[in-house]
């Protein structure tokens, strides 16, 4: 049995908590035992994992903190065959715990597009001192690999571990044909772009009464300035806030369309989700989105960079015809189905541990 740490910054509501959690839950109990430790607190995700599967929070305030980093060293002297890190701050505080990967062997995941901030030389050249650390890191996506590699973020096991979807639980139901409803789901961040979408939906649904746009999920630093534009618009009535869903299926199933503006993804879960749901999707031209859609096959990949841009593609999303619509969302549910299999990915992630809890660095 492979003994495994999880380190987040919490199980908060998000693309990359719900995929981990899903993972875990998924991948058989007697040959991996996984403890996932919450640099924050626990969050709403962490009541979804199987019984057996231990939760740690190690309430970490604001900067960092050394404490964090002793906390980790002391958790570490249990005896862990892997450590598997997301994103920045998990994989800073592990390496330090680990005393440089010396004491715990690293498996580090990448989980989103780099910033700009994040590709200053200073930010690149610690993140390389830190991937020395690593047995190997890996991706959600390969446009998110080639990335990394052209941002000279190598490694010499640097893998792709496409996401997948359950799409048992995610599939498609018939959808009322009065209203013309375009969604979004996903936590208050400002690369998800609420605000954006919001404004380039006021300008195209004063044209289109039966036009209806429903927000999905809650968290994130930007919840209260939206909210307020919400509470403000002029077409509040066409609006609906439902905030944090544990079984977003019904919500998706409510939708014409997904809207996914990000500036900012690994591949997106939301897309896999409502593509597996029948849904058809418009996305920014954002990393993975062309491994998820193809050459639109299950929705639309445009420049949604600003809102006016934003605003002529949902112009095209309200006057389509429902029957293209419903065909784009068969395309994409038959595109997940054979593209995107959950099976594959928990395969995919079953190997990776085992390779880099007995490879070198």
Avoid at 173 to 187: F, P, Y
């Amino acid at each position: 049995m492979l003994k495994i740490l999880e380190v987040v910054d919490s199980l908060d509501a998000g693309g990359m908590e719900a995929q981990l959690v899903a993972l875990l839950n998924r991948l058989d109990p007697q040959r991996f035992h996984f403890h996932v430790v919450c640099l924050r607190h626990e969050g709403v995700h962490a009541a979804r994992l199987r019984d057996g599967i231990q939760v740690t929070a190690l309430h970490k305030a604001d900067g960092f903190r050394w404490k964090v980093v002793r906390q980790l060293q002391g958790i570490l002297q249990d005896g862990y065959d892997l450590v598997h890190t997301h994103n920045w701050a998990p994989l800073v505080y592990a390496a330090l715990g680990s005393r440089g990967g010396l004491s715990a062997s690293l498996f580090h995941g990448e989980h989103a597009q780099l910033t700009s901030a994040e590709k200053s030389w200073k930010r690149l050249w610690l993140r390389r001192l830190l991937y020395r650390s690593c047995t190997g890191v890996h991706t959600v996506s390969a446009g998110q690999r080639k990335e990394l590699q052209e941002c000279g973020l190598r490694h010499q096991r640097l893998v792709a571990l496409i996401n997948g979807v359950d799409t048992r639980r995610f599939h498609p139901a018939e959808k009322s044909a009065m209203d013309r409803t375009i969604g979004i789901v996903a936590r208050f961040g400002s690369f998800k772009r609420h605000a954006a979408l919001l404004e380039a939906f006021e300008k195209v649904a004063a044209n289109h009464t039966e036009a209806r746009l429903l927000i999905v999920g809650d968290g994130g630093p930007e919840k209260d300035a939206v909210s307020r534009l919400v509470e403000s618009s002029a077409i509040r009535a066409q609006i609906t806030m439902a905030g944090y869903q544990s079984d977003p299926v019904p919500w998706y199933r409510k939708m014409d369309a997904l809207v996914v503006p990000s500036s900012n993804e690994g591949l997106s879960n939301a897309t896999m989700e409502a593509m597996a749901c029948g849904v058809p999707v418009l996305s920014n031209d954002i990393c993975g989105a062309h491994e998820l859609l193809g050459a639109d096959e299950g929705g639309w990949v445009r420049n949604l960079s600003t809102v006016d841009k934003l605003a002529t593609e949902l112009e095209m999303l309200f006057s389509v015809s429902r029957d293209t619509l419903i065909d784009q969302g068969r395309k994409g549910r038959e595109r997940v189905e054979r593209l995107f299999s959950w099976d594959g990915m928990a395969q995919a992630y079953e190997q990776a541990f085992k390779d880099c809890a007995r490879g070198q660095r």
